[in-house]
């Protein structure tokens, strides 16, 4: 045993040296207490041994065989007379797993793990100390890690006469456990050392109430890890950032209009490199400069304002048109000899051009994921939102650039007829699609209500039928040649895109369509919803409760709550509830996919319901307010007049932060309870999410 303890203590220490060339501290932060406040003399007491681990890390527990290798979780105390241990540690609850490089099972702690010890106390004023022996291990490196803290309880008051209630909590800024009572009190450290939490045995079961303790103390850890991420893995980010804005629907099309651009260009393996290094940079400069003239609000401005939406639909419907054939888009024969002239020069202005007009087109879709790195900017980092922007710049213009270097691809096609002008006719239908988005975005926004729910399905519905109709020959453009026979891939695109068109049908009465979650207006807009439930779910919202701005916004699911940050404060207070507050905005994709996967999820529904006072506060709604209440913002000093530009300036003043989705709870006061949360698709950790803010509003 003493030969594999050894053995495991010299990796360890050669591991963490070697790759971190510095002393390492064990990912565990101890806290002491007793399980009740008072006891008589002679009576038992236990002592409870509480780890907070770091996350991605887990501690051994101390249940297992000692001669398997790991160090085992000791508490070794200093003997006297003042108290006197009775019976054996007792662990709660810890996994168990097989770890091959021991050969057995071994049983640990992640988040958090509780050890009790039974003591008898023999005198009026105990002293109780020791150290303890543990040892940490991450999940992600195989590090692990020694520790040896010293201990000692304080606190305890003996008294005389009747017997104390072992029920009774402890008091204090302390995590403890009680086995009468069934009860976790747990205290975060740092930056919210206010949170501390009780969650009650009788309210959940103990796997929920260790979840949402585990989901706390990490929360915590990666808080202080945040702060310590280096600028590299800010850049991976936001380089992972540029590969999925690539996807979105005012990106991905754009793609094949710039290849014909650099057919037949002189030098055009040195006009393509600079065509991409024209997009970093624009991207680069446009961040940081926005962001520090106007702030993250310009970046709102394009991607929900009318104008700017109205232009790309039209831009997109006009390109559509002209892939159906019915127009050629040409160059004016005077720009096309001037830019001929300049060529003899270099022509890198028309490059240049191209990618500024692709930066201005796709920011509508990319400035909602860029809006972090312009907060950042804006409060007063320079390095970081550079990196970060340029990184995301860069894995945005790698497949532009590539089409540019490589436009030969282009050239290897069939020139005419065929197959190639099924492709473009293809395109023109999705451009067509897709041009929609842009003028549901302004709609909702503006609640001009001219193309709900329904009306835009409609518009699917029909527009790839006729695709599907077009794959199968039975419809033909100008340019198309007689089609004889239907190729097998014609054959299978048609399936697949009748197959979309049945998947949407059901949506215009009701069906959730979750696949195409973010991209379809909300489902509040159908005049006719055979999912709509008129009876059998219980209102949260007592009866004649004033809720501004409740005509012009609702929430999905038939959940009930406010639309105003103050009114939904005031009401939590009067029920003594903690507040739910959501986010949101009218052109933000991510947030009706979070409310089509994740809060149609009947566990998240129910504590939503029942446990929060929900308000969705939209940042980009241009209802504008009576001039009484505009107010100049202490942020970028400017008259904040509409309903969204008041709730995006109270998102970023007051919670450092302007990404939608973005989910706060907090108390009466509007202080958070614990780290906020952003995108997350998995049901399971919003409801943790939301059981630990509940259980710290409860302590």
Not at 62 to 83: A, C, I, V
Not at 615 to 641: F, I, M, Q
Request: overall charge neutral; aromatic content about 14%.
């Amino acid at each position: 045993m003493k030969r594999r303890l050894l053995i495991s203590l010299v990796l360890c220490l050669f591991f963490s040296q070697s790759v971190f060339a510095q002393l390492q501290k064990a990912k565990a932060h101890w806290t002491y207490t007793f399980s009740k406040p008072e006891v008589k003399k002679g009576e038992t007491v236990d002592l409870v041994f509480t780890a907070i681990v770091d996350k991605d890390w887990y501690i051994y527990s101390s249940d297992f065989d000692p001669d398997l290798g790991p160090m085992l979780t000791t508490f070794n105390f200093e003997k006297n007379n003042t108290f006197e241990v009775v019976g054996k540690l007792k662990p709660q609850n810890p996994k168990e797993k097989f770890e091959e490089v021991w050969g057995g099972k071994v049983r640990y702690f992640e988040g958090k793990g509780v050890f009790k010890q039974t003591i008898k106390i023999l005198a009026d004023n105990p002293v109780i100390k020791g150290a303890s022996e543990y040892q940490t291990c991450s999940h992600v490196t195989g590090l692990c890690i020694p520790g040896n803290d010293d201990f000692e309880f304080k606190g305890l008051k003996v008294v005389a006469g009747a017997a104390i209630n072992d029920a009774q909590p402890t008091v204090g800024k302390t995590e403890s456990a009680t086995d009468s009572s069934s009860t976790v009190t747990a205290t975060p450290t740092d930056k919210l050392a206010d949170t501390s939490f009780t969650i009650n045995a009788g309210d959940a079961d103990t796997s929920a109430q260790a979840e949402a303790a585990a989901t706390l103390s990490q929360t915590l850890s990666s808080e202080d890890e945040s702060a310590d991420k280096s600028l590299w893995g800010f850049a991976l980010a936001a380089f992972l950032s540029g590969l999925v804005a690539l996807l979105t629907p005012c990106v991905f099309p754009i793609i094949p209009m710039t290849v014909s651009y650099f057919t037949n260009q002189e030098k055009g393996k040195l006009k393509a490199l600079i065509y991409g290094i024209s997009i970093v940079l624009i991207y680069t400069l446009i961040g940081t400069v926005v962001s520090r003239l106007n702030g993250p609000a310009f970046a709102n401005f394009l991607s929900t304002h009318w104008i700017p939406n109205l232009l790309f639909f039209a831009i997109f419907f006009v390109f559509g048109l002209s892939f159906l054939g019915l127009f050629e888009i040409v160059l004016p024969s005077g720009f096309v000899n001037k830019m001929d002239q300049k060529a003899d020069q270099g022509g890198y202005a028309g490059v240049f051009f191209m990618a500024f007009t692709l930066v201005l087109v796709s920011f509508s879709c990319t400035g909602p994921i860029v809006g972090s790195l312009l907060v950042a900017s804006a409060g007063g980092e320079v390095v970081k939102p550079i990196i970060g922007m340029a990184s995301f710049s860069a894995a945005f213009a790698i497949p532009f650039t590539l089409f540019a270097l490589f436009p030969q691809w282009l050239k290897s096609l069939p020139k005419s007829g065929g197959w190639l002008n099924t492709v473009k006719v293809v395109l023109g239908f999705l451009e067509l699609a897709l041009a929609l988005k842009f003028f549901s975005i302004a709609d909702q926004v503006y609640h001009w209500r001219l193309l709900d729910r329904e009306i835009y399905l409609a518009f699917w519905i029909v527009i790839f039928g006729l695709l599907g109709f077009y794959l199968l020959g039975k419809i033909r453009t100008p340019h198309d040649s007689p089609l004889e026979k239907v190729s097998v891939p014609r054959l299978l695109l048609s399936i697949v895109t009748f197959t979309f068109v049945v998947y949407m049908i059901p949506g215009m009465w009701g069906a959730p369509l979750k696949a195409l979650a973010g991209y379809l207006p909300p489902q509040s807009t159908l005049d006719f919803d055979l999912n709509k439930r008129t009876a059998g779910v219980a209102s949260n919202i007592a009866p004649g409760e004033t809720r501004k701005y409740a005509d012009l916004f609702h929430l999905p699911h038939e959940l009930e709550g406010f639309f105003d940050y103050k009114d939904a404060l005031a009401y939590a207070k009067k029920v003594n509830k903690p507040v739910f507050i959501d986010f949101t905005g009218h052109g933000c994709v991510n947030c009706r996919e979070m409310e089509a996967r994740v809060w149609v999820d009947p566990a998240v529904q129910q504590r939503l319901r029942n446990d929060y006072v929900i308000v969705a506060l939209y940042v980009d709604d241009k209802t504008e307010l009576p001039e009484s209440s505009w107010y100049t913002s202490k942020y970028d000093n400017k008259v904040k007049k509409t309903i969204g530009a008041q709730n995006a300036d109270l998102q970023i003043v007051k919670y450092n932060n302007n990404a939608q989705p973005h989910y706060c709870l907090v108390d009466h006061e509007g202080n958070l309870l614990v780290k906020p949360k952003n995108y997350d698709l998995n049901p399971a950790n919003f409801a943790a999410f939301l059981d630990s803010g509940k259980a710290a509003f409860n302590k």
